[in-house]
């Protein structure tokens, strides 16, 4: 902390106070005393005003970062953030996790980011209401994994999903055929029927576009722009596509509906070269929003 910003923090204390006590200070034999000994409380109380102030700020950024200092914090934290993003508009006011989390998972900083988001984690805490998949016969109407910056307490990425309602109707169906005995061959085949829906509603506001999107993400992460970007990811193997208009629909980005599996989007103020990437994503009875930085935000 710099003179500045002490003098900005308390309205700007006259800083001829300061010059003044230090011109006056103690063994300047040409000073007499009286005039000594006010200069010294002004110069004493404008150093105790400064060193309140930065032990109330160190204290506020203590508090900050151990505010995810434990698996519960870490719980408490990831919901609340995931209601700064309902009124924010990022999700739709209908997500919520029942219960309490299913897992949580400790992460500490480690070279070499992860799969691709390709950055340096730092510690994180994955906070995980049951992520929903066809082979689970518990499954919730929303499931997730949420990491939360330790120092930030920000979702620094997420993966929501929602199951669709039992009258929803599928938007196609695919059949899968499978030996009813793999030993024994002339047992036969059999066909299962996976149903897929587009209820992504139920995560994120209908009309919302990826313009729109995006510029919720970059306020709450702290940046100032983006830069919808051209996907072309070798780790995924895909090849290149042009970069999608930002008034398409977010939902209309589905992957499983155009040959554009996600969106690769820089933020200004980011990493300089790091993508974030949004992904959605249809599995037999759900849809799942993917989106984040992999790294401290905020």
């Known amino acids: 902390m710099n003179r500045e910003d002490v003098f900005e923090a308390f309205g700007g204390i006259d800083e001829a106070y300061v010059a003044e006590s230090?011109?006056?200070?103690?063994?300047?034999t040409d000073s007499a005393p009286g005039r000594i000994v006010h200069m010294n409380k002004k110069r004493w109380i404008t150093?105790?005003?400064?060193?309140?102030?930065?032990?109330?700020?160190?204290?506020?950024?203590?508090?900050?970062?151990?505010?995810v200092a434990s698996p519960k914090a870490a719980e408490k934290v990831a919901l609340e953030q995931i209601e700064i993003w309902k009124k924010m508009g990022i999700l739709s006011e209908k997500v919520h996790f029942d219960g309490e989390a299913s897992d949580?998972?400790?992460?500490?900083e480690r070279d070499g980011g992860e799969a691709w988001y390709g950055r340096l984690f730092p510690h994180v805490y994955d906070v995980r209401f049951y992520v929903n998949n066809q082979f689970r016969d518990d499954r919730q109407?929303?499931?997730?994994?949420?990491?939360?910056d330790t120092?930030?307490?920000k979702i620094m990425s997420a993966n929501i999903d929602a199951e669709a309602d039992e009258d929803a109707v599928p938007v196609r169906e695919e059949k899968t055929e499978y030996p009813v005995d793999p030993e024994n061959p002339d047992a036969g085949m059999e066909t299962t029927t996976w149903y897929f829906y587009d209820n992504y509603d139920d995560i994120f506001p209908a009309d919302i576009t990826v313009d729109r999107f995006c510029e919720l993400l970059a306020e709450y992460w702290g940046f100032s722009g983006y830069t919808i970007a051209d996907t072309d990811d070798e780790y995924f193997y895909h090849q290149h596509f042009d970069a999608i208009d930002g008034s398409t629909l977010l939902k209309d980005i589905n992957g499983d509906t155009r040959e554009n599996y996600y969106l690769t989007v820089f933020f200004e103020g980011d990493q300089e070269g790091a993508p974030m990437y949004i992904q959605l994503h249809q599995f037999p009875g759900y849809v799942t929003l993917t989106l984040g930085t992999g790294h401290s935000v905020g």
């Open 22 to 28: 230090a011109r006056y200070a103690p063994g300047d």
């Open 47 to 67: 150093f105790l005003i400064a060193a309140v102030l930065m032990l109330t700020l160190s204290i506020t950024a203590y508090a900050a970062h151990a505010a």
């Open 104 to 108: 949580i998972y400790e992460i500490e």
């Open 141 to 148: 109407k929303y499931g997730c994994s949420l990491r939360v």
């Open 151 to 153: 120092m930030t307490g």
